[in-house]
């Protein structure tokens, strides 16, 4: 099943119900990717699932804190009910993308964050366009495809290209990846941060 953004928010809505239903608790997703960039209206092509990057939690200093994602088993059953309701494959809910967490996500990445409600047990966080810059580039060098079409539609500035390449090169540290960053980056059109990297 393809995604686009009134199903993506049917099925949040729908979980939100679920998590209701087995008896879950209040949990505050952190998702990327293209349900990300659907929902904010970045793009409009379908996407395959929502890539959760963590759970977010507030401490009692009032600090907002990005957790790795590790579902309770509450959620997990509430996502098989919506999957099995909505005919989805089994990982249309999931924490692909948690290792940028532990590799440390972009300055200024929680306060950039854009909350949706939907409904009593569930709210979502989705990612900034400038964070998905960040997270798309590091694909698109990594793995090449949509990823670098998504990048393309986000029309990133010299400048956000620039501060997206220096997170990257923190995350893959080789010198094989700035060799293929610095090609990307040259292919793309962004010669003066290739130099500059």
Not at 5 to 17: G, P, V
Not at 53 to 78: R, T
Not at 133 to 139: G, P, W
Not at 173 to 180: P, W
Request: charged share 25%; aromatic share 8%; hydrophobic share 40%.
């Amino acid at each position: 099943m393809k995604l686009d953004k009134a199903t993506i928010e049917t099925l949040l809505t729908a979980l939100d119900r679920q998590i209701g239903a087995h008896g879950g608790k209040f949990i505050e997703l952190v998702v990327c990717g293209g349900s990300a960039l659907n929902v904010l209206g970045y793009i409009t092509r379908t996407t395959k699932d929502i890539d959760v990057v963590g759970l977010l939690e507030k401490e009692p200093s009032g600090k907002v804190v990005i957790q790795e994602a590790h579902f309770p088993e509450w959620f997990m059953k509430a996502a098989k009910a919506v999957q099995i309701d909505f005919n989805l494959p089994d990982n249309w809910i999931n924490c692909g993308p948690i290792s940028v967490i532990n590799l440390g996500l972009p300055k200024g990445f929680e306060s950039r964050l854009v909350k949706k409600g939907y409904g009593k047990y569930l709210s979502v966080d989705f990612i900034s366009r400038l964070d998905q810059i960040h997270f798309k580039l590091y694909a698109s060098a990594d793995r090449g495809g949509y990823h670098i079409d998504d990048l393309i539609a986000l029309k990133p500035e010299e400048v956000e290209v620039e501060m997206a390449a220096r997170w990257c090169l923190t995350h893959d540290v080789s010198e094989g990846f700035r060799i293929i960053l610095k090609d990307l980056l040259n292919k793309l059109g962004y010669k003066n941060v290739s130099e500059r990297i």
